[in-house]
């Protein structure tokens, strides 16, 4: 597989690995066949895996440690702090006070069973702390060698400014995908590339709900936090889906699967973007791997946008928007 480079200097390849449906969120978890799919994702070139220390909580970080520590010297390991949550899985709050970004560093580091962090993100931004200090604390991990390079999440532009003044902003992880295009227009793309800061999408395929493997909410198991997503209620559903459907005629033609055109179509937007699909099966992790290898003409490009132009998809990303562009 090949490489990018996210902020003129961390070499990743193309396509990384979100490791977070590995432990919750998305319905029954098997560790091994998780562990497996990591392993496999190694076979295939992929490099950059990503976590967090919220899920799980605290036990993806174990999970993923567990699975690459045979690897360590091979791979990039990104892990996020400030959404604080207790070991009962309680929400506490998003907290980025200097001294908790200290400790939940540390906490990191012994649940991964590694020397250091390759790429740390602030996970949400903390309003009621002026990013300058939280980064300041970020940036002492760094002189420490706790931590090799600096992200951070959902962030609004003025916000990345900001941190990126204190250090350098190695990527910026937010969603963007054909039906979240919300970094076109809310000038944290441009951003990223006025200031040479890599892009790493999360859900490039819109949780799942891109491949076409969603045709209805009875598709989801009882446990799946996608349930309470707001694109996903009966009232917007059936609109948002109209989406896969122009996915589906060119993945017809091509020959390959939706998902693989939606990850085609996050790679096209430069070579400085990384998405994360995340996936707890080797099966799947195939299948988003060969998209790399998928050429999208002007064409192909044009008609994905107009069927899913910035604005498209009804429904909020969440039901709490609050955190999410501070």
Request: charged share 25%.
């Given at each position: 597989?090949k490489q990018r480079?996210?902020?003129?200097?961390?070499?990743?390849?193309?396509?990384?690995?979100?490791?977070?449906?590995?432990?919750?969120?998305?319905?029954?978890?098997?560790?091994?066949?998780?562990?497996?799919?990591?392993?496999?994702?190694?076979?295939?070139?992929?490099?950059?895996?990503?976590?967090?220390d919220m899920y799980?909580?605290?036990?993806?970080?174990?999970?993923?440690?567990?699975?690459?520590?045979?690897?360590?010297?091979?791979?990039?390991?990104?892990?996020?702090?400030?959404?604080?949550?207790?070991?009962?899985?309680?929400?506490?709050?998003?907290?980025?006070?200097?001294?908790?970004?200290?400790?939940?560093?540390?906490?990191?580091?012994?649940?991964?069973?590694?020397?250091?962090?390759?790429?740390?993100?602030?996970?949400?931004?903390?309003?009621?702390?002026?990013?300058?200090?939280?980064?300041?604390?970020?940036?002492?991990?760094?002189?420490?060698?706790?931590?090799?390079?600096?992200?951070?999440?959902?962030?609004?532009?003025?916000?990345?400014?900001?941190?990126?003044?204190?250090?350098?902003?190695?990527?910026?992880?937010?969603?963007?995908?054909?039906?979240?295009?919300?970094?076109?227009?809310?000038?944290?793309?441009?951003?990223?590339?006025?200031?040479?800061?890599?892009?790493?999408?999360?859900?490039?395929?819109?949780?799942?709900?891109?491949?076409?493997?969603?045709?209805?909410?009875?598709?989801?198991?009882?446990?799946?936090?996608?349930?309470?997503?707001?694109?996903?209620?009966?009232?917007?559903?059936?609109?948002?889906?109209?989406?896969?459907?122009?996915?589906?005629?060119?993945?017809?033609?091509?020959?390959?699967?939706?998902?693989?055109?939606?990850?085609?179509?996050?790679?096209?937007?430069?070579?400085?973007?990384?998405?994360?699909?995340?996936?707890?099966?080797?099966?799947?992790?195939?299948?988003?791997?060969?998209?790399?290898?998928?050429?999208?003409?002007?064409?192909?490009?044009?008609?994905?946008?107009?069927?899913?132009?910035?604005g498209f998809a009804?429904?909020?990303?969440?039901?709490?928007?609050?955190?999410?562009?501070?």
């Amino acid at each position: 597989m090949k490489q990018r480079i996210l902020g003129h200097e961390l070499a990743v390849s193309e396509i990384g690995l979100g490791c977070m449906g590995m432990s919750e969120f998305y319905g029954p978890t098997d560790d091994a066949e998780s562990i497996r799919t990591m392993h496999r994702a190694i076979e295939l070139g992929v490099n950059f895996f990503d976590t967090a220390d919220m899920y799980g909580p605290f036990i993806n970080e174990v999970l993923v440690g567990k699975a690459l520590a045979p690897h360590r010297d091979h791979v990039v390991i990104a892990t996020k702090f400030g959404n604080e949550r207790g070991v009962d899985g309680s929400w506490k709050g998003i907290n980025g006070r200097p001294e908790y970004v200290r400790s939940a560093c540390d906490a990191s580091l012994k649940r991964l069973g590694v020397e250091y962090i390759d790429l740390y993100y602030q996970h949400r931004v903390d309003r009621t702390v002026p990013v300058e200090e939280t980064w300041g604390a970020m940036k002492e991990l760094v002189d420490a060698g706790k931590v090799r390079y600096l992200g951070i999440s959902e962030a609004a532009p003025e916000t990345i400014r900001k941190a990126h003044a204190v250090h350098a902003v190695t990527a910026v992880q937010t969603e963007w995908s054909l039906w979240s295009r919300d970094p076109e227009e809310n000038s944290v793309r441009a951003v990223t590339l006025e200031l040479g800061i890599g892009f790493v999408p999360y859900s490039p395929l819109g949780r799942g709900f891109l491949t076409g493997a969603i045709q209805s909410r009875d598709d989801l198991a009882t446990t799946d936090y996608r349930l309470n997503s707001p694109r996903l209620q009966e009232e917007n559903f059936d609109h948002n889906l109209e989406i896969v459907k122009s996915i589906e005629a060119i993945a017809t033609e091509k020959n390959v699967t939706p998902a693989q055109i939606a990850l085609a179509w996050v790679l096209a937007q430069g070579e400085d973007v990384v998405p994360i699909p995340g996936t707890k099966r080797v099966d799947r992790l195939e299948e988003n791997v060969q998209a790399a290898e998928i050429a999208l003409s002007q064409d192909d490009l044009d008609r994905l946008s107009e069927a899913a132009p910035v604005g498209f998809a009804q429904g909020n990303r969440y039901p709490d928007m609050s955190t999410v562009n501070a």
